[in-house]
């Protein structure tokens, strides 16, 4: 199994930039789906991006779409989330996760995904 540690959360001003690393050890970080999720105080988690096992397709929600990025190194075996012109609203725990996948889907359903990592905070000041 995959275990992963995400890290480069932290406090930004409105507008600023962030860029999440999630480090995977065990597994090949190519063997999986791998998304972002967040989750913010009173509600429920909720995808902000995913990736599917080639690399190949991606998936933004629609508040995140043009703002942020999500890539992966397999060489590192670290996938990423930049963000760029952070809003208040982006505020969250910040989670990666990875979905065993046969399929190279792009999962957007958290129950798809076995593995988390332990979360990162992003907070972003108006």
């Known amino acids: 199994q995959v275990q992963l540690v995400e890290s480069g959360g932290g406090l930004v001003q409105s507008g600023g930039s962030l860029r999440l690393s999630c480090a995977a050890s065990?597994?090949?970080?190519?063997?999986?789906?791998m998304g972002w999720f967040r989750q913010a105080p009173g509600k429920e988690r909720e995808v902000v991006s995913a990736?599917?096992?080639?690399?190949?397709?991606?998936y933004y929600a629609d508040s995140v779409k043009g703002r942020f990025t999500i890539s992966r190194d397999v060489s590192k075996n670290t996938m990423y989330l930049q963000m760029n012109s952070l809003k208040p609203e982006d505020t969250a725990a910040y989670y990666c996760?990875?979905?065993?996948?046969?399929?190279?889907?792009?999962?957007?359903?958290?129950?798809?995904?076995?593995?988390w990592g332990q979360g990162t905070q992003v907070t972003v000041s108006s």
């Open positions: 996760a990875a979905a065993p996948d046969t399929r190279n889907y792009a999962y957007t359903d958290k129950a798809r995904y076995d593995y």
């Open positions: 065990g597994r090949a970080i190519s063997s999986y789906a």
């Open positions: 990736i599917n096992r080639s690399g190949g397709y991606t």
